[in-house]
């Protein structure tokens, strides 16, 4: 079980939180043209890394805050936490 | 029966307390302290088993957890556990224990026949025996397969034992109470670190307990005793015994079973059997110590072959003697150990040493006690059945290739020791990269990716002073970078005899003209020829030799026979063991029992329960429940004899004719507040919701952003900033987590502020054309007229003192009416609308009724909105806003959502308006096309129609829209019925919407 320090309530338990996907992607603006290719993108279309990878995790049985997480895929190791208005450096 | 094989003293089992129990039928006694194995071999027990594949004669290996042979079923308190090692359960007043794998019986087995024809079950031969003709593995292999597998019976019967579970979190945990697990404990506690020292065994001390050495002027015994007693004064520590720590995972997290009860005859009252502990520890220090291994020579799964270090842990820690002509097989001191603690118990043991001219102190001890000693000679074969009653012997060449003459002495055990395998599998789980140390012959611990560090023999540290040392060291450093605070233990002095380096011989070649098997693997009957086999046959990484041959796959993981097939893999091979690699360590370490894992969360504590307020009033109106989510419903409400059939069609009658009452409390209710929250929910939904006036409730849709309907509800504007929202039961958790991404992710820039308040509220649906006149009895001082509430109107309401929400919404298709009120005070409204609605022939109706009113009205539900549909397909196309964007909306347009011939929702009767339709049934054209049969759509929904009196369905057809008046079939092959039916559309009732503003 993940140990992810919550930027708001702090280290607990993977058991907390719930899996959120990618944290990279931007969905595409409300009302503006978009191609059949980059809305798939948007909608279905993700990488599979292994590695560092930045997702979204939510932390539904505490503060329900949605996170950015710094993950490694295949070591599990975390390097970094977010708030949601944070920005990925 | 006497314990004829009970040494007259010694042991630290308490000879004052007798304790009887029973195997395979037969009474015997021993004391307490025992473990099965101890007290079963001191009654001259050695027959306990037969092997897995080839049914041969099982004894006793070791003495701990790496007992590969000794598997019993055990009978405890009226149940009975499967997979218990005889070795590791500790003896109880009554105990009852049998023989697994065997039939009839372990002394007269049928399957031992498997021995004779083992020339037919070489490696893989599931894989080459069982794939032909096919039609067999039916009628023939499979149930052979069944009986012959396994290790016990699990019980069929509910399991009454309590097992628990507990979180914990400490500084630093330590696995195992060895030296090094003590010495570092108490250097870590010392310093004011919150350890947790756990100890697989019930003793505490490990090699403590069965080696001659000294510490700080105390035996090994009496040291680890003292620092026990004194760790378990001190409040920052936890000393677990009988407590396993057998899985290590992410982030430091560890877990451990605790047997509390498995050693009594009978678990105390509000005492759970076992218990799982998940910890999360600091700092990780692995102190697992090291497991004998084998030398592998002919026969040597005779019972009475086995490790030299269990020998010696029956004769110091039980009394009890393996035998009396032993003889001990060895490549190393260890074995002289066990000779030397024989000789004292006064028995002549015979050690045959395959090193030339080994010189260290322990061997001149041996010497000194005039034992027998014979150098470069092998066992080459144990000789007997279902006992070791003789043994060939010869001399070896130096380069250990060649035999001398073979010869035969009488012996009844052999004790063999071929050195000491580091257990590594916490340390592997881990992820650390192990390497492999050329001194022990033994993969150690290498670099580790999480905080741990192996200690001790794990760590191939085989004597004591550098043990300790290195022990108390690392228990210092680490709990001092953590508590910031030292307090050092001084070094006590220690007393141990210097041994010798090991031989690196492991195994002995076959004389000339003989093919004894030379078993590997002791639990799944791998031989040397197995592993011979699958390489001639071109397996090559040790991870596909492991699968095809079943090396090492057994339950005790092959801890005894992991390191043998590698250097019999890299011997032929012709590469060196770490090229080989070893196998992946998983976890369990050992089995955990399967109600350790599962905890409290049995049966229906295995999800929350929730009941709405007005629950107990469900109860004693006979109410029938049924799962919805976590939430309890009422199903129906049984009158009389009516089956389930008969009440919810008298349910949905009285709605259609007089006025019912339905408990909604379940729905999701979300408060939805902020200057920017119409906007927010004009992006949320697909209809338009900036021009909703006050007061006024609107009915929505939700897509995801794949154009999937994710949920539908109706949202009200309860003032300028704040709405109402409803959901699906099943969806509220889902709905809120989406609004909550798109609030803190996507559009940040809303000020919306979103709550569940589903708990807060508790809600009665009215329903059916006498509702108005129960409202008005309900709300006197309020205007409910259909001028003063009009349809998808909403008011605030005084419910005879209570404040009430009155919203005008139906899901029946009648004049209805949905009232909420704070939770508290849900039981008076809900017996004030039974009271007041009594003299308008109310009654209350579940979700059975519920169903059948929506179902004939064509509204869809959870069925319809099941992931898979998309607006059109449910007919809400009409609600898809054309003006503004929305989520989801994009997705629309893809190809396969415009098609022609989208499937569409219709409605199903049957042609002779009789027969009930099943749900899930498929919808095709011909019932007697060939398969297989071109699927047009499915049944989503089915009911009775109460309205028309005969059954109705709502189904998802292929070009639905064009299909109404078409003839087709219902086909369930589920419950063999083809039903002709006819497609009409899905509002069976009231098409125009009149009822409910009427």
């Known amino acids: ?89 | 029966m006497t314990q004829s094989f009970r040494l007259e003293s010694g042991g630290l089992i308490n000879r004052d307390k007798k304790i009887s129990f029973r195997f395979n039928g037969k009474n015997y006694f021993g004391y307490e302290g025992d473990t099965l194995a101890s007290a079963l071999i001191a009654n001259g027990v050695h027959l306990i088993g037969r092997s897995f594949k080839y049914h041969r004669p099982r004894g006793f290996f070791g003495a701990g957890v790496d007992e590969p042979y000794a598997i019993v079923q055990l009978y405890r308190n009226g149940e009975t556990e499967p997979n218990i090692k005889a070795t590791e359960q500790e003896l109880f007043e009554g105990l009852e224990a049998k023989s697994v794998n065997c039939w009839p019986s372990v002394n007269f087995d049928v399957g031992a026949i498997n021995n004779f024809l083992k020339i037919f079950l070489p490696a893989g031969f599931y894989y080459k025996t069982f794939m032909w003709p096919k039609s067999f593995w039916y009628k023939i292999y499979e149930p052979f397969i069944r009986r012959a597998a396994g290790l016990g019976t699990a019980s069929i019967k509910h399991d009454k034992e309590r097992y628990e579970h507990k979180y914990e979190y400490c500084d630093v945990l330590i696995t195992g109470s060895g030296p090094s697990g003590l010495a570092s404990a108490y250097s870590a506690a010392k310093n004011g670190a919150k350890v947790i020292l756990a100890e697989d065994k019930s003793r505490f001390g490990g090699t403590l307990l069965t080696s001659d050495v000294n510490i700080g002027n105390q035996s090994g015994k009496e040291w680890a005793d003292s620092i026990v007693s004194e760790l378990k004064e001190m409040p920052n520590v936890t000393v677990k015994n009988r407590s396993q720590v057998f899985g290590y995972y992410d982030h430091n997290m560890l877990v451990m079973s605790e047997r509390i009860s498995d050693h009594l005859p009978k678990t105390k009252k509000f005492h759970p059997k076992q218990r799982l502990w998940y910890i999360r520890a600091k700092e990780v220090l692995i102190s697992s110590g090291s497991i004998e291994r084998p030398i592998v020579f002919g026969n040597n799964d005779t019972p009475g072959v086995m490790l030299s270090s269990a020998a010696k842990e029956y004769m110091k820690v039980y009394g009890v003697l393996v035998g009396k002509k032993p003889l001990v097989f060895t490549n190393n001191d260890s074995g002289y150990e066990t000779a030397i603690e024989f000789k004292k118990n006064g028995i002549e043991p015979i050690i045959l040493d395959t090193r030339k001219e080994p010189q260290s102190e322990i061997i001149e001890e041996a010497k000194n006690m005039n034992i027998n000693i014979k150098n470069s000679y092998v066992v080459v074969a144990a000789q007997g059945y279902k006992k070791v009653k003789s043994a060939d012997i010869a001399k070896i060449s130096d380069d250990k290739e060649e035999l001398g003459s073979v010869e035969n002495i009488k012996c009844d055990c052999i004790c063999v020791s071929g050195f000491w395998t580091p257990t590594i599998h916490l340390a592997s789980q881990s992820g650390n990269k192990t390497k492999f140390n050329e001194e022990i012959d033994a993969f150690v611990p290498g670099i580790s990716k999480q905080n741990e560090k192996t200690l001790g023999a794990a760590n191939g540290i085989y004597t004591l002073e550098e043990t300790l040392k290195d022990s108390f060291e690392k228990g210092n450093l680490l709990s001092k970078k953590i508590t910031n605070n030292e307090n050092k233990v001084s070094f006590p002095n220690v007393v141990e005899k210097k041994s010798t380096v090991h031989d690196k011989f492991w195994c002995v070649p076959l004389p000339k003209g003989k093919n004894y098997k030379r078993f590997l693997d002791f639990q799944n009957d791998v031989a040397v020829s197995d592993i011979e086999i699958a390489l001639k046959e071109g397996y090559r990484s040790i991870e596909h030799v492991k699968r095809y041959t079943t090396l090492g796959m057994a339950t005790d993981q092959g801890k005894t026979s992991n390191l043998n097939g590698l250097q019999l893999v890299s011997k032929i091979e012709n590469k060196v063991v770490p090229a080989v690699g070893h196998t992946t360590f998983r976890p369990p370490y050992s089995p955990v029992s399967i109600g350790a894992i599962v905890g409290r969360e049995v049966g229906k504590h295995s999800k929350p329960t929730r009941k709405s307020p007005m629950h107990s009033w469900h109860e004693k109106n006979n109410a029938v429940f049924v799962d919805a989510g976590v939430w309890l419903r009422p199903r129906y409400y049984k009158r009389g004899d009516e089956n389930l059939f008969e009440a919810s069609k008298r349910e949905a009658k009285n709605v259609r004719t007089n006025v019912g009452v339905c408990d909604v409390t379940t729905l999701g209710k979300i408060d939805i507040k902020g200057p920017d929250a119409a906007e927010f929910l004009n992006r949320v939904y697909t209809n338009a919701w900036l021009k909703l006036p006050v007061g006024k409730a609107r009915y929505g849709v939700m897509l995801r952003e794949d154009g999937i309907v994710m949920d539908d509800g109706t949202t009200t504007r309860i003032s300028e900033n704040h709405y109402h929202m409803t959901t699906t039961t099943a969806q509220a958790a889902n709905v809120l987590s989406h609004l909550e991404y798109y609030l803190q992710l996507v559009w940040p820039e809303l000020n919306v502020n979103v709550v569940s308040t589903t708990e807060q509220w508790a809600g009665a649906a009215i329903a059916g054309p006498k509702s108005r006149e129960v409202l008005k009895k309900l709300f006197p001082n309020t205007d409910v007229t259909n001028e003063g509430l009009p349809f998808m109107g909403y008011m605030e309401g005084d419910l005879l003192g209570v404040k009430a929400k009155i919203f005008r919404i139906s899901f029946s298709g009648e004049l209805a009416y949905e009232v909420n009120v704070e939770s508290d005070y849900g039981y008076f409204m809900w017996e004030k609308i039974i009271e007041v609605g009594e003299e308008f022939g109310i009654q209350p109706y579940g979700t059975e009724a519920l169903s059948t009113l929506r179902i004939e009205m064509g509204h869809v539900a959870g069925s319809e909105l099941d992931g898979r549909t998309i607006p059109y397909d449910n007919s809400l196309e009409g609600l898809l806003s054309n003006k503004k964007d929305f989520i989801g909306k994009r997705s629309l347009s893809r190809k396969a959502f415009v098609a022609e011939d989208r499937q569409k929702i219709v409605g199903v009767v049957p042609l002779d308006k009789k027969t009930s339709i099943p749900e899930g049934s498929h919808l095709v054209k011909d019932s007697n096309a060939p398969l297989p049969n071109p699927k047009l759509g499915y049944i989503s929904a089915s009911c009775w129609s109460v309205e028309h009196d005969n059954p109705f369905s709502l189904a998802i057809l292929k070009d639905g829209k064009n299909m109404i008046g078409e003839k087709l079939f219902v086909m369930s092959p589920l419950k063999n019925k083809v039903i002709p039916v006819e497609i009409v559309s899905s509002h069976y009732v009231d098409p125009k919407g009149e009822r409910v503003r009427s």
Request: glycine share 6%.
């Open chain 1, 1 to 89: 079980m993940l140990h992810i320090k919550c930027p708001h309530c702090g280290m607990r338990s993977q058991n907390e939180f719930s899996y959120g996907g990618d944290a990279t992607i931007k969905r595409p603006e409300l009302g503006k043209e978009i191609s059949d290719q980059d809305w798939d993108n948007f909608v279905y279309n993700r990488k599979s890394l292994r590695g560092k990878h930045w997702e979204l995790w939510q932390h539904l049985s505490g503060c329900r805050q949605w996170i950015k997480v710094q993950r490694d895929t295949a070591t599990h190791e975390i390097f970094k936490t977010l708030k949601a208005n944070e920005e990925i450096s």
